[in-house]
């Protein structure tokens, strides 16, 4: 199993702050992971694919990177919607997910 | 507009059998695969497994085999998720979801179902 470890598990922030989500791969994963965005009621949404890619109509302010086997999702300045859950996902081998983002409004 | 509908909680017995449906819309139902995750309460999300409504074929993750049956009902556009020998363990939200068009995995999510195993 490929095994995704992602960090923090929770993070208090502000609206406007520049927030960063790590995911790291245990394996090498060339790439093939998404974020997620998980709401209070349970709705998922993909934000991210390819490890950088925008999904349609997914704001701007969120960005995804890579370097070397750490990726990573970036909220350039956040709004009130985005406080919610975030995981990572790969999908090299089976799919799995990382332990999840907790973001909070401070 | 690709929709996956899921149905409402359920509340199944210690020993009991489930099986969930998720019904596709927007699309052809036979062009993707249609997987299935598992959310416990306050943790991560796991692969279950997924079908291939064209022919059946499934691929499951080791941890569930034995525990969940992956079918599909092409006529109505449904796909179905069977929980058998249900514990406690088993008490959790159940999502459906499909590859998007760029053909990267969980671009579709379903709104969950959740399985609550209570005697």
């Known amino acids: 199993d490929i095994q995704m470890t992602q960090s923090p598990s929770s993070l208090s922030a502000s609206l406007g702050e520049r927030v960063s989500l790590t995911c790291r791969a245990s394996?090498?994963?060339?790439?093939?992971l998404s974020w997620l965005q998980q709401k209070p009621d349970g709705t998922i949404k993909r934000l991210i694919y390819a490890a950088s890619t925008l999904d349609s109509g997914v704001p701007k302010r969120f960005s995804g990177s890579r370097s070397g086997s750490d990726y990573s999702l970036t909220i350039s300045s956040l709004e009130s919607e985005d406080f919610a859950d975030y995981y990572c996902?790969?999908?090299?081998?089976?799919?799995?997910f990382g332990g999840g983002t907790k973001l909070e409004i401070k | 507009e690709v929709l996956l509908q899921q149905s409402g909680p359920e509340l199944v017995k210690p020993g009991a059998s489930v099986k969930i449906p998720c019904k596709a819309s927007?699309?052809?139902?036979?062009?993707?695969?249609m997987d299935w995750v598992k959310q416990s309460h306050g943790k991560s999300l796991e692969w279950i497994g997924d079908i291939s409504p064209n022919i059946g074929a499934t691929i499951y993750n080791q941890k569930f085999k034995g525990k969940a049956t992956l079918t599909v009902d092409k006529s109505s556009s449904t796909a179905y998720m069977e929980l058998r020998s249900l514990t406690s363990e088993d008490t959790a939200v159940y999502y459906c979801?499909?590859?998007?068009?760029?053909?990267?995995?969980?671009?579709?999510w379903g709104q969950g179902t959740l399985v609550t195993v209570s005697a």
């Open positions: 996902l790969q999908y090299a081998s089976y799919p799995t």
């Open positions: 927007g699309y052809t139902f036979t062009d993707y695969n």
């Open positions: 394996q090498e994963i060339s790439g093939y």
């Open positions: 979801a499909r590859r998007g068009y760029d053909g990267y995995l969980f671009a579709y």
